[in-house]
């Protein structure tokens, strides 16, 4: 085997073209040198360095052909060591980051971009998902990262870092007429058809909804589910039903939905950025949002 110490000592012979100017540029005295240069060609079965006495009068065509993939491959060294450093101090690498749809109404936003201006070497790949298929996805190790809205119904093992702020809001559609309705409350949705997502997919979130509306005397009644808070929404903006979701989603076509706040203090609830064994480049996401967690999300006037 050649180590990468003999290639750089030939190519440093080969490039001070004197073995004495070589051996200072190295840091090492002639004799060592000459001895390594000669067991190099000694390895490989070929002459590197055409010689006259013990002057160098250039290199062979083996040696100019050696120079060259010696050259390469020391800086392909380099570069392997430069990247494991880099990626073991988390500025290079891939962040897997997951979030539930309202989380990118929030915080989020600015912080993906923060993260991208100070580590741009670190590729970061986005997939919006409810809050038990990241918990899957964190276990089975496809994600690195979730946003997600706690609790969870298997915490076991997975790092839980206070991230955001929401609140839940009524969303009606538009040209409904209990929207025009002003000091629209909870209770005024008995009897309406909802649409929720399914509880595997979300079970505090759900149960908060299905608590509201109890504490407002009815039990809602859901006649469709949908995967996604954005799915939930648009099924909303048809005219399908109402719902209650996250306040920060306001924004979402707000042409064709209503959206109305919900004062009790039970309408309050956080997202969380959730991790399992992260990665170096995922650590560095995480201590940059709990360094900058102080945002909070808006809600809508009702």
């Not at 160098?56 to 083996?62: K, M, Q, S, V, Y």
């Not at 949908?226 to 306040?247: F, K």
């Amino acid at each position: 085997m050649i180590d990468l110490r003999k290639l750089e000592q030939f190519v440093a012979v080969a490039e001070e073209g004197h073995f004495h100017r070589a051996a200072l540029r190295l840091g090492m005295s002639l004799p060592p040198l000459t001895v390594a240069i000669r067991r190099l060609e000694d390895d490989l079965g070929v002459s590197l360095i055409a010689r006259g006495g013990n002057r160098i009068n250039g290199l062979t065509e083996a040696g100019q052909a050696f120079l060259r993939e010696a050259r390469e491959t020391l800086r392909q060294a380099d570069h392997a060591i430069f990247v494991a450093r880099e990626t073991a101090a988390g500025r290079t690498g891939l962040v897997r980051l997951g979030y539930v749809g309202s989380a990118l109404y929030g915080r989020l936003p600015d912080r993906i971009g923060a993260f991208r201006k100070a580590r741009p070497d670190v590729r970061l790949e986005l997939r919006e998902a409810t809050t038990a298929s990241q918990v899957a996805s964190l276990r089975d190790g496809t994600l690195d990262l979730g946003v997600l809205i706690p609790p969870l119904p298997d915490a076991a093992g997975i790092e839980l870092h206070t991230f955001d702020r929401d609140r839940l809001c009524m969303a009606l559609p538009a040209d409904h007429p209990l929207a025009a309705r002003p000091g629209l409350t909870v209770t005024d949705l008995a009897g309406e058809p909802f649409i929720l997502w399914p509880v595997a997919e979300g079970r505090g979130f759900h149960l908060q909804v299905v608590r509201l509306c109890a504490g407002a005397g009815f039990s809602p009644r859901i006649t469709q589910e949908a995967y996604g808070m954005h799915a939930v929404l648009s099924l909303v903006a048809i005219g399908a039903g109402v719902s209650i979701v996250p306040a920060s989603m306001a924004s979402f076509r707000s042409d064709r939905i209503a959206y109305r706040r919900i004062d009790a203090e039970e309408a309050a609830f956080g997202l969380c950025l959730a991790a399992r064994d992260p990665t170096p480049a995922a650590r560095a996401f995480l201590e940059m949002a709990d360094r900058s967690r102080d945002g909070s999300a808006t809600s809508p006037r009702g």
